[in-house]
């Protein structure tokens, strides 16, 4: 044990001194009161109660008398101790000395306790006071007896038959504290309580095992002893019925929470990754599983609430057009080519927004279907929104102040080392890194700017930057070149053209995630930045790269959107045609037969545009993780393979020179999974199977990346912190919730839903069914109420005030920031003048 | 104290709950790997205790540059050999656990760095930490004159009172601000 602990115990015995010689001289004004009080009930009360008197001072004398000779018996012990200690931290002088004292004053203490409790038992004898006198001498005596056992908590160890003297003691004590006054209660319950806090705090305390034991169990001791006793009459039972079940609640949450982390999946696999590559790689899986996690109570939501009811209870396969398979494409419905495209059976389920029927109600449970469809898609967006914020701002607090760039040495120095590491390469690694940030800081500070040629680094950048642009114009223009092909493929005719022509959009926008990054990386080599920043810039293009290319898809869709709207128009003038001819028919032969004969496969419709979107977005999921895993089996898996089997008959060292083993990267892994799921976001409206989907691709994901990265990646040679980009990748992610949400809104909200498909339709907005349920599920004065609430001139005000308290916030945040550094300046001017002083 | 080393009773067990940020399982895994270090007829002893030369193989310190000064900090034995009983262990691993305190954790972190176990970390325990995280190779040590200025900008940054050495309050301080102590002092079995 080295002194700083024991600087803290001695410490802490000091203020266990003062605070017990402050009891003590209390304890005797008390005294002093109550034994004046008793001499004057004395004649009242001495007569009757003599002889219990008598007994009860023979009783005492004899206590005292014992717990006097096992008093001696352990300060002669506590002697011995002492020397042994101040033997043991003689090398240290001042420090043993300063110990020696404060044994020195304890002792002083403790005989001067002792002497009181002589003194009292002397009064008795004197006095033959009443018996509640007694008792509360003896209460008070158990409270010093208390404390003084806390300042012995290394000379635990008493003889069995002491012991079984004192919880006889302790019995009585029980029983007669009943009649405590309320004073002595209070300071009693405060004990308690302190008691009770030191219990909670004591996993906090940096002291070895044992000491932290002893203080437990006579803490636990002390508190189930008198916490019984607290409480009066009625009171006390209740009193003591709430700590039990305190106690049964503390230990059911104990349970709870190990039985949660026993829950938690993946937790040993992450262990594993993450002494093997330290925390930075295994943040990424981290945050997969936060990710799955998410995804889970999406699928959830929407497997609950929409998914099922609609196959329980709405109306069956066959039963109507919008749940039927054309007859054009029945032939090639079953198609393995067709499912997988989710084209035949597949956009005829419930995985597609087509499929859900406009009824209000379905089955036997009045299930408003409509509305549960759209407060699902709003309710997921909401809930993403809330989990990402709420992260957001406890990383945010758990990274306390941030970027305050003061302590830059030293936290290199402290901070540096992941004692994650099991791993010696990664360990290797990481030495080299820590040893190189310390000479670039080193250099930094040396020689803050020495650029020697700072007209061709700014040549370069502007180069670097404009390569990049081009890139992302280029695989804009691309990707929207595609689609719109895409488009006109499908009005020929899907059956006439190439896998490649059917899949072209989703593999370009595939291939340009996969390549683009690497061109990128060498473009960045031109720059000459510094890694980290170097980094920054290269996730911020492939951010910018993705997003661009997301919305060049969205803006594609939409005109394929539009295109549909205006088919749709000419459809539904058809079939109020076909209609009629069809009616004009059957009206002759006879009047009351209706349409019955037509299958609803038969029966025109119309290209229900929502359904197209859904599929658009799952396809481009499938692909995606398809390109994922490809790219991982071929990329890290057969790489790895052929280094390490190729090495045996090869010209030059594979492991050590070019291809070698890859990396884990990531940055780009991380940014993969966001952008997956912002399409999911995106999707998942008008295809409640996406997070389902995204479920499943997660779920395998963890296994084959966990299995990738331990089989065929080496530990990167850099090895970056995990913290700090934790926000960073909750930023980006509720960047991308942002804009995931806007196109999927505003199609909601502007485009009139198809006429003859989905859960909205028939109706003018997909909001509608919002009216229609206040309209008619709730009393008129409810709706009443929401129409004047959602008035303008209440709701600007209203946005008006949450903008003015964001402001104040802001401002107040902003200020108690400049409070906080002017503080920390003017501690540091204080200290620096003490030390002049 | 009521261990015996071939099982943990329920008791002791939900008592070391109380004192340790370790769960259940975590406990019930320490005693396991802690016993597997123990020798045969060591198994049944109470505090029995592991010397240092066996903790250190185990694999989530065998790479860690401060294990020796870990096994010692976090040691209670008399003849200050670094060898751990059972609870010793458990306070190893509760101070390293994911959800301690960042007042423990950086109190046992300084205690680890103040090689000399003088209460402050001054230039000797600072060279000594910048040799242990750069590795032991030769070329990757980095010269006097790149040591100096190393330490004495920590000290400029760091040593707030100016008395040439960094005293704990002054390290909690420093540390309290770090965005990714906690995240890296973590030992997991």
């Known amino acids: 044990m080295s002194t700083a602990g024991e600087q803290d115990a001695g410490l802490s015995l000091q203020e266990e001194h003062e605070s017990k010689t402050h009891r003590t001289k209390r304890r005797d004004g008390d005294r002093q009161k109550k034994k004046r009080r008793n001499e004057r009930r004395k004649g009242g009360t001495r007569a009757g109660e003599g002889e219990e008197d008598l007994q009860a001072v023979s009783e005492k004398r004899e206590r005292s008398k014992r717990k006097r000779a096992k008093s001696k018996q352990e300060t002669s012990r506590r002697e011995n101790n002492e020397e042994e200690e101040a033997q043991l931290t003689g090398g240290k002088g001042t420090k043993a000395r300063k110990d020696i004292r404060n044994e020195k004053t304890r002792r002083m203490e403790k005989e001067e306790v002792r002497e009181v409790e002589e003194n009292v038992d002397k009064g008795k004898k004197k006095q033959g006071s009443t018996k509640k006198g007694e008792k509360k001498e003896d209460g008070g005596k158990q409270l010093v007896k208390g404390k003084a056992r806390e300042v012995k908590k290394k000379k635990h160890k008493k003889t069995s038959e002491e012991d079984d003297d004192e919880e006889e003691d302790n019995d009585k004590d029980v029983v007669r504290l009943e009649c405590l006054s309320p004073e002595e209660l209070e300071k009693l319950k405060e004990a308690v309580d302190e008691r009770k806090k030191l219990i909670q705090s004591l996993r906090g305390k940096p002291w070895a095992m044992k000491k932290k034991l002893v203080t437990l169990r006579e803490s636990q001791e002390f508190v189930e002893k008198y916490e019984g006793a607290l409480g009066k009459g009625k009171g006390r039972k209740l009193y003591a019925y709430k700590v039990l079940m305190t106690k049964k609640w503390m230990k059911f949450q104990r349970d709870f929470e190990n039985f949660k982390t026993a829950c938690i999946p993946w937790e040993m696999k992450i262990k594993e990754i993450e002494s093997h590559f330290g925390s930075s790689v295994a943040s990424y899986f981290l945050f997969l599983r936060w990710m799955y996690g998410i995804n889970m109570i999406l699928f959830g939501l929407t497997f609950g609430l929409v998914m099922v009811p609609e196959a329980l209870m709405g109306r069956p396969y066959g039963s109507m057009p919008r749940k039927t398979v054309p007859r054009a494409e029945e032939a090639s419905a079953m198609d393995f080519a067709v499912l997988w495209d989710f084209g035949g059976y597949a956009q005829y389920s419930v995985l597609f927004y087509g499929y859900y029927n406009n009824q209000r109600t379905v089955g036997w449970l009045k299930f408003r279907m409509p509305l549960s469809y759209f407060l699902v898609g709003v309710g997921t967006v909401a809930y993403s929104y809330m989990v990402v914020i709420r992260t957001m701002a406890r990383n945010a607090n758990e990274s306390g102040v941030g970027d305050d760039n003061s302590f830059n040495f030293s936290w290199k120095m402290f901070t540096s080392w992941d004692y994650l590491i099991g791993n010696a390469e990664t360990a290797d690694n990481k030495f080299a890194s820590i040893t190189t940030s310390f000479k670039e800081a080193i250099l930094e500070e040396q020689e803050s700017h020495k650029d020697d040629n700072i007209h061709l680094t700014r040549f370069l950048r502007v180069l670097a930057n404009f390569l990049v642009l081009c890139c992302l114009a280029g695989s804009g223009y691309l990707i929207y070149f595609v689609v719109r092909r895409s488009q006109k493929f499908a009005l020929d005719g899907l059956e006439n053209h190439t896998w490649w022509e059917r899949n072209e959009v989703n593999m370009v926008m595939s291939l340009l995630g996969m390549f683009c990054p690497m061109l990128f990386d060498v473009i960045s080599t031109l720059e000459n930045y510094h890694p980290r920043v170097a980094l920054q810039w290269q996730l911020g293009r492939i951010f910018a790269l993705f997003l661009g290319n997301l919305y060049t898809f969205i803006i594609a869709l939409m005109d394929e959107i539009n295109l549909k709207r205006k088919e749709e128009k000419i459809v539904k003038f058809n079939i109020t045609t076909w209609e009629a001819s069809l009616y004009n028919g059957t009206v002759s032969e006879n009047s009351t037969a209706s349409p019955v004969t037509i299958h609803p496969a038969d029966v025109p419709r119309g290209p229900c545009w929502e359904t197209m979107v859904g599929q658009e977005f799952v396809r481009l999921i499938i692909s995606d993780t398809m390109t994922t895993y490809i790219t991982l089996l071929i990329g890290d898996f057969l790489r790895a393979v052929l280094v390490r089997f190729l090495n045996y008959c090869w010209c030059w060292d594979l492991e050590a020179g070019f291809p070698s083993y890859s990396e884990f990267d990531v940055s780009g892994n991380v940014l993969g999974l966001i952008f997956n799921q912002g399409m999911i976001w995106m999707g998942s409206f008008y295809a409640p199977c996406l997070p389902a989907l995204n479920v499943i691709r997660l779920h395998v994901s963890m296994y084959l990346q966990c299995w990738a990265v331990m089989c065929c990646n080496v530990p990167q040679e850099r090895v970056f912190k995990a913290s700090g980009s934790n926000n960073f990748y909750m930023a980006m992610l509720l960047v991308i919730l942002f804009l995931s949400t806007l196109p999927a809104i505003y199609t909601i909200v502007s485009i009139p839903p198809s006429f003859d498909c989905g859960p909205f339709s028939g109706k003018n907005r997909m909001f509608d069914v919002i009216h229609e349920t206040l309209e008619s599920d709730f009393p008129p004065w409810f709706s009443k109420v929401f129409s004047y609430a959602s008035n303008p001139g209440l709701v600007l005000p209203f946005i008006l005030l949450m903008v003015l308290a964001i402001y104040y916030l802001q401002s107040t945040s902003k200020s108690y920031r400049e409070a906080n550094v002017e503080l920390k300046k003017k501690l540091q001017m204080v200290i620096s003048v003490l030390f002049f002083l | ?189």
Do not use: W
Not at chain 2, 5 to 13: F, I, N, V
Not at chain 2, 15 to 42: C, D, G, M, P, V
Not at chain 2, 133 to 140: H, Q, R, S, V
């Open chain 2, 1 to 189: 104290m009521g261990t015996t080393a071939s099982q943990l009773s329920k008791e002791s067990l939900s008592e070391y709950q109380e004192l340790t940020f370790l769960t259940k399982q975590e406990i019930l895994l320490a005693h396991k790997r802690f016993t597997e270090l123990l020798e045969k007829h060591e198994k049944d002893q109470i505090d029995a205790r592991v010397p240092m030369g066996k903790i250190i193989t185990l694999p989530e310190l065998k790479s860690n540059p401060f294990k020796e000064r870990i096994c010692r900090v976090f040691s209670t034995s008399e003849q200050k050999d670094g060898s751990l009983t059972f609870e010793d262990f458990l306070d190893l691993l509760s101070a390293f656990s994911d959800s301690a305190t960042l007042e423990i954790k950086s109190h046992y972190a300084f205690r680890i760095f103040d090689f000399d176990d003088d209460g402050t970390l001054d230039c000797a325990d600072l060279e000594k930490l910048v040799n242990c995280l750069t590795g032991e190779t030769n070329d990757a040590k980095l010269s006097s004159t790149e040591m100096k200025q190393l330490i004495s900008n920590i000290l400029e940054e760091s040593d707030i009172d100016k008395d040439g050495t960094v005293n704990l309050s002054e390290f909690q301080h420093v540390i309290s601000r770090s965005p990714d102590f906690v995240s890296s002092f973590k030992i997991v079995l």
